[in-house]
């Protein structure tokens, strides 16, 4: 593992806070705009998918033209952005990721050789660019470290919770860097179209067939009472007529 200097990375990512705060800001606000009213229907996946889609966008806009700054998007490889201190005369450079983190402040990722190596702050084998002090003594090693500009959620997944920058030191743990969660802009707040969920069809009583059934006996069974309640009063006038008659 690389060493490198806490204290620069620090002032490295001060030098860019309201910038890469922005990223978030922006891209919570495209997803208010785009998906507001069918944001329930994704899983968290899929969310989490559309969030880096436009993280990614929002970084390049933001960060376009912005001295010491550039990126690399590749198949396979996934979005970079890279912020060399040089120019404000900061002696460090770094390579983000922009991902979600969970309590720990730790991604979520496929165990994969170079997510590996990402997260132990080592570089896949290739000739090292370096050069001598000016004293032919020690050696600086052109390396960036691995960061991770991350955010967490709220239990409802309705707006972020923090907006943090890390460095990884394993697969499970990270350092904090800083938090922009400050400077953030918190809100931009999906909300869920509950309106459009609760407008279901009028409840209609279905009954059941033993029930009909029931009601449908009850039913004949009043009717013959009926019947024979008139029955017998007819036979009672009769024979009260018959009577007279005699």
Same mark, same amino acid.
């Given at each position: ?43 968290? &996946? +899929?969310? /989490?998918? %559309?969030?880096?889609?436009?993280? =990614? $966008? ?83 090693? &052109? +390396?960036? /470290?691995? %960061?991770?500009?991350?955010?967490? =959620? $709220? ?92």
């Amino acid at each position: 593992m690389t060493i490198y200097n806490p204290e620069n990375l620090n002032k490295l990512i001060q030098h860019h806070q309201e910038k890469l705060a922005s990223v978030f800001s922006e891209a919570g606000s495209e997803i208010d705009k785009f998906y507001t009213k069918t944001w329930h229907l994704y899983n968290a &996946s +899929e969310k /989490a998918m %559309l969030r880096n889609c436009h993280l =990614r $966008n929002c970084a390049k806009r933001i960060f376009d033209g912005v001295d010491g700054a550039s990126w690399k998007d590749r198949k396979g490889i996934g979005f970079k952005l890279y912020l060399d201190g040089i120019s404000a005369g900061i002696e460090c450079l770094a390579e983000l990721k922009l991902k979600k983190v969970n309590k720990n402040l730790v991604s979520s990722n496929i165990p994969t050789r170079a997510v590996k190596l990402f997260n132990t702050q080592q570089s896949a084998p290739k000739p090292l660019e370096v050069q001598n002090d000016l004293f032919g003594g020690a050696k600086i090693v &052109s +390396e960036p /470290a691995h %960061l991770i500009a991350g955010y967490t =959620r $709220n239990p409802l997944d309705t707006a972020y919770e923090r907006l943090v920058v890390t460095f990884p030191t394993g697969m499970r743990s990270a350092e904090l860097i800083l938090e922009l969660s400050s400077t953030a802009n918190f809100s931009q707040v999906v909300q869920i179209p509950l309106a459009e969920i609760n407008e279901t069809a009028p409840r209609v009583r279905v009954r059941r067939k033993t029930q009909i059934g029931a009601e449908e006996k009850t039913e004949n069974q009043s009717r013959i009472v009926k019947q024979s309640d008139e029955k017998e009063i007819k036979d009672n006038v009769i024979a009260i007529r018959n009577k007279s008659v005699r």
